[in-house]
């Protein structure tokens, strides 16, 4: 019988090749055009290998040098960034009445954007629309009809992981083929991904919104219809069938219980604090407004009344949250969308206090500040961080 022995595995020199190319590009995107010399500083590496490095990334086509230092001891240093035209995606915002596209290059900066209105579109033709919407935006940006490497969509409903279909969004006509990937990527002509429109509206206060550095957090979403997207240890939690944080279903207290939820598409939260209840909410403190949002700005100035009617607000949005926090119980709470975005810190304000009032967790309520489309700028950040991977792993 012979001894066993372990031997310490090494990185073959391919591998850590990969791993300093990879820190590299990193700190590029990071903190934009960067010399040698602060390469090899911030990677630790020895000056012959940044310059090796940086060779190998301009040769692949993924860093350009851009200018040099100025105003140093010693002759200037070369600069280098990531080349933007290594990879373009696409990010979409499908709502009920538009679908709004998005286009950037690899650096995250946005080319051009296209907004779509979808009344009178035929459900039928809702694959070929979008891919029009999204042929427009891309022509805006002045690129190649074939230049996107990932797309990502976002919607109000959630991708069944089993069947592929798309759940909780019957509201959504157009969308609800078996094989909606497959009809999407081929008229797409690119990777196409599918994510609920809250989830990506929380992976963007995560990467720079009121969610940055947060591991544990739920976003809570209160526009036409009320969704959260739950965080935990920086993940997104999804579910069994990708509906977690479907809580406009949730029966809460102060709302009737709704039975057959799938088949009304409605449930007690929604009922309480959806924008058909804020409006009938602000007409009974005689607050007329024809939307949800000017309901709320129009009772910003208006004293007594309007006070009473965001206290109520802020109190029905509160009983939903103590729900959701109770099982969570995150260190965070942002809440965004059309609702909470008129209400700006006066409405926060109330629904942090009422929070309190009546949950042992007391997590932190703070407004999004993701600016424009939270789901749209998720959308984005999601299909760079697949097109990075992609792109900065092959060279």
Known sequence: MTENTRTPLAGTPSLLRAINDRAALELLLANGPLSRTQIGTLTGLSKPTASQLLARLESAGLVLPVGTTAGG???NAQLYQVNPAAGYVAGLDVTTSHVRVAVADITGATLAEHLA??????AAATVERTAEAVAEAVRKAG???????????????????????LRYASHLPGWH???LLAELEAALGAPVSIENDV???AIAEQSFGAAQGCEDFVLLWA?????AAIVIAGRLHRGFTGGAGEVGYMPVPGAPVIHNVRRKNSGGFQELAGADAVLALAREHGLAAPTAEEAIALALTTPDEGDRFLETLAERLAVGLAVIVSVVDPELVVISGGIPTAGGDRLRGLVQEALAGISIPRPEVRSSTVPGSPVLHGALQRALATAREAAFSTH
Request: net charge negative; no cysteine.
């Open 143 to 165: 690129l190649a009809p074939d230049a996107l490497r990932e797309i990502v969509i976002g919607v109000p409903g959630a991708l069944d992981p089993v069947s592929g279909k």
């Open 199 to 201: 989830n990506l509206a």
């Open 223 to 227: 526009e036409e219809g009320i969704g």
């Open 73 to 75: 001891p010693g002759p």
């Open 117 to 122: 209105p979808t009344k009178g579109w035929p």
């Open 177 to 179: 083929s078996p094989r």
